[in-house]
T-cell receptor
Framework: NAGVTQTPKFRILKIGQSMTLQCAQD?????MYWYRQDPGMGLKLIYY???????DKGEVPNGYNVSRSTTEDFPLRLELAAPSQTSVYFC???????????????FGAGTRLSVL | LAKTTQPISMDSYEGQEVNITCSHN???????ITWYQQFPSQGPRFIIQ???TKVTNEVASLFIPADRKSSTLSLPRVSLSDTAVYYC???????????FGTGTRLTVIP
């Protein structure tokens, strides 16, 4: 069972370059999230999606874009990379519905991004 | 949005019980309390979730007093592999307002 898969694991970008961080989940979860984690800090929510075709901003959305065309995939796009975007990016998914487990998030292994 | 406050760090010897308390004075009626564990270079992993009273699973216990303004994660007989950062999240699962704070860095000493 793959769970949440993120690619790539590592990436170095030059200032101004663009890239897409990929995230896929095979648990048929309706909710998906993107977080960033700076060294020694907690996670900050960038964007989230409650279902295919629906996305919304989190705490730190500036400089990023997302799309959700399918239930499984939730890519994160950086259009003009800046040094401030150097961070570890985590994708997560959850099921939000009736049941004992309330929106428990399952995380991928992360993408470590450096912008130089 | 319920703000949470946790100790920044804690040390414990192997084999001891560890209790990490989280304060959340502004918790709302629909809010649940969820704890995650994060090892270095990994994504957070769900530990336990509760709404009130006590919840226990194979990994930990969660104690929530009647006023729900705080909660305590209890790890029985910790081992070196329990060294990690522990996050307390409070929010309404259906509203997607579960935000991670800076967490508590637990170091287990041999």
């Amino acid at each position: 069972n793959a769970g949440v898969t993120q690619t790539p694991k590592f990436r170095i970008l030059k200032i101004g370059q663009s890239m897409t961080l990929q995230c896929a989940q095979d648990m048929n979860h309706n909710y998906m999230y993107w977080y960033r984690q700076d060294p020694g800090m907690g996670l900050k929510l960038i964007y989230y999606s409650v279902g295919a075709g629906i996305t919304d901003k989190g705490e730190v959305p500036n400089g990023y874009n997302v799309s959700r065309s399918t239930t499984e995939d939730f890519p994160l796009r950086l259009e003009l990379a800046a040094p401030s975007q150097t961070s570890v990016y985590f994708c997560a998914s959850s099921y939000s519905g009736h049941g004992l487990a309330k929106n428990i998030q399952y995380f991928g292994a992360g993408t470590r991004l450096s912008v130089l | 949005l319920a703000k949470t406050t946790q100790p920044i760090s804690m040390d414990s010897y192997e084999g001891q019980e560890v209790n990490i308390t989280c304060s959340h004075n502004n918790i709302a009626t629909n809010d649940y309390i969820t704890w995650y564990q994060q090892f270095p270079s990994q994504g957070p992993r769900f530990i336990i979730q509760g709404y009130k009273t006590k919840v226990t699973n194979e990994v930990a216990s969660l104690f929530i007093p009647a006023d729900r303004k705080s909660s305590t994660l209890s790890l029985p007989r910790v081992s070196l592999s329990d060294t990690a950062v522990y996050y307390c999240l409070v929010g309404d699962p259906g509203a997607n307002n579960l935000f991670f704070g800076t967490g508590t860095r637990l170091t287990v000493i041999p």
